[in-house]
T-cell receptor
Framework: KAGVTQTPRYLIKTRGQQVTLSCSPISGHRSVSWYQQTPGQGLQFLFEYFSETQRNKGNFPGRFSGRQFSNSRSEMNVSTLELGDSALYLC?????????????FGSGTQLSVL | GESVGLHLPTLSVQEGDNSIINCAYSNSASDYFIWYKQESGKGPQFIIDIRSNMDKRQGQRVTVLLNKTVKHLSLQIAATQPGDSAVYFCAETTGGGNKLTFGTGTQLKVEL
């Protein structure tokens, strides 16, 4: 069974640009979450989608947005990039079956903002 | 705000020894706890989880202990191997869902 797949693996952008990151969850998983990982702030929750609806949102500005498609694939978008947005963006999926809430992560997209 | 924190940023152990990684959490309402292992260049990998109605859970070479009285979580790795070298994170959540609060991480170094 394939794991969580994130594309692209690496991305370099300049300030002011926007970026879209893609995530394909494990087959059968309907919940997709996004996290930002930086050396200074660690792993921080961005948002979670379930059945194409945002179910939870973290404390990030409105420049960070996401969506989920009917096949459970998800994208996140960051507009008007800032230097501080440089981070590893991780996507995770889960089965959402009662008693089985394990979250599986992809390898992430490393975003560098210059 | 609420947070999950780790006591030791770096832990060095000899190959074959047992490792204990600790985590303190502050949200008394947390009911689900998870340990993740992250190797360089990879995403966090699930190790073991535990619910708040348990105080111990064992997996293959790993054991998680939960002490709700002092809000403390620990991960024990038996017979530590070089492949165990990684950063270990504890995470907690409340009421289900996937909004995890992660600890700061502990770097485990296994010396030969």
């Amino acid at each position: 069974k394939a794991g969580v797949t994130q594309t692209p693996r690496y991305l370099i952008k300049t300030r002011g640009q926007q970026v879209t990151l893609s995530c394909s969850p494990i087959s059968g998983h309907r919940s997709v979450s996004w996290y930002q990982q930086t050396p200074g702030q660690g792993l921080q929750f961005l948002f979670e989608y379930f059945s194409e609806t945002q179910r939870n949102k973290g404390n990030f500005p409105g420049r960070f947005s996401g969506r989920q498609f009917s096949n459970s694939r998800s994208e996140m978008n960051v507009s008007t990039l800032e230097l501080g947005d440089s981070a590893l963006y991780l996507c995770a999926s889960s089965l959402e079956r009662p008693g089985d809430e394990k979250l599986f992560f992809g390898s992430g997209t490393q975003l560098s903002v210059l | 705000g609420e947070s999950v924190g780790l006591h030791l940023p770096t832990l060095s152990v000899q190959e074959g020894d047992n490792s204990i990684i600790n985590c303190a959490y502050s949200n008394s309402a947390s009911d689900y706890f998870i340990w993740y292992k992250q190797e360089s260049g990879k995403g966090p990998q699930f190790i073991i989880d535990i619910r708040s109605n348990m105080d111990k859970r064992q997996g293959q070479r790993v054991t998680v202990l939960l002490n709700k009285t002092v809000k403390h979580l620990s991960l024990q790795i038996a017979a530590t191997q070089p492949g165990d070298s990684a950063v270990y994170f504890c995470a907690e959540t409340t009421g289900g869902g996937n909004k995890l609060t992660f600890g700061t991480g502990t770097q485990l170094k296994v010396e030969l």
